[in-house]
C-alpha cells in the first residue's frame, strides 16, 4: 500500500534518519521507538506527505487513504460528541443528508410522478447508504467511544463542554470511526485510562487497515506490533517482531558488533607483529608489502555512537514508622458533590502501591489527599512519625518557572545547595555544562518532565507520591525511573497508565470506583489475572445497574460499614494507652529536637551564647539530649510496633 524508498532527513547539521527503505502491506502492525528527539514523528510526519525528504520518495498506491491522528484535534465545538465523531465518515454522512432531504420532499408531495422520481432515487440512494455502513454507523460511533471511556449520557454533550484531554479521546474516535487504510498515529494512548489502552489494543488487533504508531508504552507495543522501525543516532532500521524482540535482536546484533571488532584487533595486532617483526628482512619483504596492503583494505568495524540516557539514583530514606499514613473517615469532595466519604485507609512502610480506575474516578484527588495538598473536608489524615513526603503532580511540568534557567529552577528547590552539587544532580537527568543555562520555556517536554523529577529526588524522602511521572519520558528514561523505583527502600504511592512500570514496581493495587478503595495484593498481572477470574465480560456500551443489584450492593456496603466501625472501636479501646504513649513520645522528641536546633545554632556561633551560659555547659547539654533522642526513638519503635501487632491480630481475626 506504501513503498518508502531511500529516504533522508536532517536539520542543520543534525541527520535524522539516512537511506531508509520499508513497504507497508495491509495488516501491517508497526511501531516508531527511540529516544526523544531522534526523529519518530518527523518520519511520520513525511510518511503522511506532511513535510518533504532531502531524498529518497514515498510512494502510495492508488486509491489508498490515510488517517492521521492530530495532537489538537480539529473536533467542532459547538457539535455533539457522536455528531463529532460520525463526521469522521463524510461520505457516508452525505448520502444520510440527502435520503433525509428526499424524505422531507415525500412528506410535502402529493404529486404521483414527483413521488416515484423520488422512491426511485431513493432506492437507489439505499443502495449506496448501505454499502457506505450507513445503517450501522451510529452504532459503530457510540462502540467506539464507549470503548475509550465516554458515557452513554455523554454522546449528545457538546464538544465544548469536554476538556482537552477528553477532545483528543473523541479525535481518536474520529478518526478510528473513519476507516482509512492506513492509520498513522502519534501517541495515542495520551489521556487514556487502562481500561481504554485496552480496549484500543484490541480494536486495533482487529483493524482491516495497517497501522503505524509511535508510543512511549511498552506494553503497548509489545502487544500490537509485528514489526519496530528503531531510530537511533542518525540511523533508522525496520525489525521484524514486536517490542521485546527488537531488544533482543538489538542485543544480539552489538553482541556480534563486540565479537567482530575483538577479533579486527586480534586480527590487526597480529599482522602488525609480523611486519615489524620481519620489515628489515630482504627474504620477507614481499610478504611484509602483501600484509601492509591487507591491513590498508580491512574495513574496520567501529561500535555505535553511545548515547545518552538518563541516569536516576534515589537516595537512602531517612527511617521512619510503620504506619506512614492513614485515613480516619476522611471525606472530600468538589462544590458540594462527594468524591471519598468516611474513607479508612492506612499505608504501610515498604507498600509500592498503583492506583487504578478510569479516568475521573478520583485516583489524583485521592494522591492530592495523601499529600496533603488537597484538606479533608471532614475526618482526619495522620502522617507517621518522621515521615517526610514528596508529591510530583501530573503537570508538575508546566509549574515551572518559565523565565528561569534549569539552574537557577534546581536551586529554587534547594538554595542551600552549592551549584556544583545541582550541576551534578542536573547532569545525571541529561543536563549537561550549556544546558543548565536555557531558559525553561524553550525545553521540550521531555526535558521539563527530567528537571520536574531531578527537583523532586534532589533531597531524600520515604515516601514519594506520584501523579503520571512517565508523562513526556521515551522508553528508555522509563525504563530507568522503572528500575530507581524497584530498588527505591521507601514507600510509593502512583498513579499511571504504564502497565510495565506498575508491573515491575508495585506490591498492592488500589482500584478506585465510586468512591471506594479495594486493595489487592501484587502488581498488575496479579490485578488483571484476578479481574478476569472474578467478572464477566462487560458490554461494549455501559449499561445501568438493575435496581436489585444495586440494593444489594448498598446493603453490602453497610454491613460493611458496620463491621469496620466495630472493629474500629474495638482496636481503639484496646490500644488507648500504647496511643497516647507514643503521643507523649512523639511530643517530647519534638521538643528535643526544637532544643537541639538552638543549641546547635549557638555552637556553630559562640558569640550569639546567652549571658551566664558555657559553651562547655551546652555540649554537656547536647550530648544528654541526644543519648535521650536516642532513647526515645527506641521506644516510640517498641510502641509502634506493638501497636501493628494489635492490629494485625484484631483485623486478621476478622478475615
Known sequence: MLT?????????????????????????????VGLNGSGKTTLLELLADRIESDSGGVFLQKDVTIGYLEQDSPLDPSNTVLQAVSSGRPDT???????????????????????????DELAHLEIHYEHAGGYTLEYEAKTILAGLGFTVDDFDRPVAEFSGGWRMRAGLAKLLLSDHDILFLDEPTNHLDLDAIIWLEKFLGDYAGAVLLISHDRTFLNRICIKIIGISQGQASLFRGNY????????????????????????????????????????????????????EKIERAVPPPRQRVMRLHIEEPPRCGKTVLSFDKATFGYD????YENLDLTIVQGEKIALVGKNGAGKSTLLKMLAGVLPLTGGTRTPGYNVTPVYYAQHQAEQLAAGNTVLSEMRRAAVEETDERLR????????????????????SGGEKARLALAKLLLRPANFIILDEPTNHLDIVSRDILAKALESYAGTLCMVTHDRDLIDRVANRIFEITNGTVTIYHGNYSDYSAHKQRSSESPGLIPEEVPESAASDRRKTDKDRKRREG??????YRKTKHIQDRIG???????NIET????????????????AGTSIQDLFWEYGGMKERQEALNDEWLEASLELESIRETIYNSDM
Open 93 to 119: 454522512c452525505r448520502l444520510e443528508h440527502k435520503r433525509q432531504l428526499i424524505y422531507d420532499r415525500l412528506a410535502e408531495t402529493n404529486d404521483p410522478i414527483e413521488q416515484k422520481l423520488l422512491l
Open 336 to 339: 458540594g458533590t462527594p468524591v
Open 584 to 590: 507523649r513520645i512523639e511530643s517530647d522528641l519534638k
Open 4 to 32: 518508502v524508498s531511500h529516504i533522508s532527513k536532517s536539520y542543520g547539521e543534525k541527520t535524522l534518519f539516512s537511506d531508509l527503505s520499508f513497504s507497508v502491506y495491509p495488516g501491517d502492525r508497526i511501531g516508531i
Open 244 to 295: 521485546e524482540e527488537f531488544l533482543l535482536r538489538l542485543e544480539k546484533e552489538h553482541e556480534i558488533l563486540e565479537a567482530t571488532i575483538k577479533n579486527q584487533e586480534r586480527l590487526i595486532e597480529h599482522e602488525i607483529r609480523f611486519i615489524n617483526r620481519f620489515r628489515a628482512k630482504n627474504t620477507k619483504a614481499s610478504q611484509v608489502q602483501s600484509r601492509i596492503k591487507r591491513l
Open 595 to 610: 532544643r537541639l536546633g538552638q543549641v546547635e545554632a549557638v555552637l556553630a556561633d559562640p558569640s550569639s551564647c546567652p
Open 566 to 571: 466495630e472493629l474500629r472501636n474495638r482496636f
Open 424 to 443: 551534578t544532580v542536573l547532569g545525571a537527568f541529561l543536563f549537561k555544562e550549556d544546558d543548565v543555562q536555557k531558559k525553561v520555556s524553550v525545553l
